[in-house]
């Protein structure tokens, strides 16, 4: 997808470095109400300071810099040095890019000319392709996740909150492992699948994600202290561990880097294909969820237009699928938890993850159609004759 550049953006940190890019800006770009996306304008036309001047004074102006600068004697050598040719050659055709007669390249040369590589300036290293940004308050992570599935996009995505940023490295969809410079943040303990290893060497590989960002299981690894497999397990373990504090962050700003240099230092590292039950597995490590504003016991949930459909593609518990299965448009919260004998913690819990994954939403309970009462006599069983 083409973008636009815009200079003057400054992100911190990718996996393998920290560097500034300009942030690109594209068609569904979501700005979000309580940040700005970092974009910077250029301005255009220059603000005047005092009384606008008229034509003839403008025209008295522009004729008296003339003659000033065709009398004015050229500067000496010892002030002023001479201009390189090459400098000359690049104003010449800075001059000649605004003509398109002039500008339109030769396809019969070489790719490698100098005015072929000036008319499409090559990507600088450093610099960054951000396919989209915003805040979690308009672009939840549930949609960026989707996105990056769909799509089957390869980066990474970033999430910016009151502590180090956490960032989710992508191939082709995927979710190879979740990470962030913070290695207390990331595993405050030590688990006891590396109590036997040197606490040296330990340590050095925690200094290592500092600065690289690598899991420092993963480094375990490559120094063989110890297995692949088990090094996995951790990543996977503490990744989702990790992206749960996500969820219920109150404001966190996400952002996703297209660059496919990223995963050359981790090609043996499998990635999850399914990240529809990986997001709901990262949900389901919230133990106190802060629930919206929506949230109220007689709130009556009810499918999103698509969310009847991805709900019976994941992979539910009993309590999830029973939970689901009482969204009818007309029971309450606090009547599903009493259909289900579940108390209302539990049910909570439960709504908080379909809320976060956008498979429903809920409305008042004096908004919402109520069930048809039955009569006195329906109800002991009588019926019309």
């Keep these: ?33 309580h940040g700005s996306c970092l974009l910077q304008q250029t301005n255009i036309m220059p603000k005047s300071h005092g009384q606008p001047k008229s034509i003839e004074a403008q025209m008295e102006s522009s004729d008296s810099e003339e003659r000033e600068h065709t009398e004015s004697p050229p500067v000496p050598p010892e002030d002023e040095p001479m201009p390189e040719t090459g400098a000359d050659v690049e104003n010449v ?51 960026a996740l989707r996105a990056i599935a769909q799509e089957r996009l390869t980066g990474l995505l970033r999430a910016f909150w009151e502590q180090e940023p956490i960032e989710l490295l992508a191939r082709d969809g995927e979710v190879v492992f979740v990470t962030t410079r913070d290695p207390d943040l990331y595993c405050p303990e030590t688990p006891p699948a590396i109590a036997d290893v040197d606490a040296v060497l330990i340590d050095r590989a925690r200094n ?32 989702q561990q990790l992206f749960s504090e996500l969820w219920s962050a109150p404001r966190t700003w996400v952002m996703f880097e297209k660059n496919a240099d990223l995963l050359s230092d981790v090609a043996d590292i499998p990635g999850e294909p399914n990240v529809r039950d990986w997001a709901l597995e990262t949900l389901r490590l919230v133990d106190n969820p802060e629930q919206p504003t929506s949230f109220n016991p007689t709130s009556i949930p009810g499918f999103t237009r698509d969310g009847f459909e991805r709900v019976q593609r994941l992979k539910l518990t009993s309590d999830e699928a029973q939970f689901a299965s009482q969204f009818n448009g007309a029971r309450s919260v606090q009547q599903i938890a009493k259909n289900l004998r579940f108390d209302l913690k539990s049910a909570r819990q439960l709504l908080f993850r379909f809320l976060a994954l956008e498979v429903v939403e809920c409305w008042p309970g004096s908004t919402a159609a109520k069930p048809e009462k039955q009569s006195f006599f329906k109800r002991l069983g009588w019926r019309d004759r």
């Excluded at 636009?4 to 109400?33: H, M, Q, Y």
């Design 1 to 33: 997808m083409s973008a636009e550049k815009s200079a003057g953006a400054t992100w911190r940190g990718g996996f393998n470095d920290r560097c500034e890019f300009p942030v690109a800006k594209i068609g569904f770009l979501i700005e979000p109400s």
């Design 208 to 239: 290592q994600q500092k600065e690289t960002g690598t899991p420092f299981f993963l480094t375990l690894a490559r120094q063989e202290s110890i297995g692949l497999q088990s090094a996995l397990e951790l990543m996977h373990h503490h990744g």
């Design 93 to 143: 055709q800075s001059e000649e890019w605004w003509s398109s007669s002039a500008a339109a390249p030769d396809w019969s040369e070489p790719a490698t000319e100098a005015p072929a590589t000036e008319a499409s300036p090559r990507k600088e290293p450093g610099t960054a392709d951000v396919y989209f940004c915003g805040h979690t308050s308009l672009f939840p992570l549930s949609r």
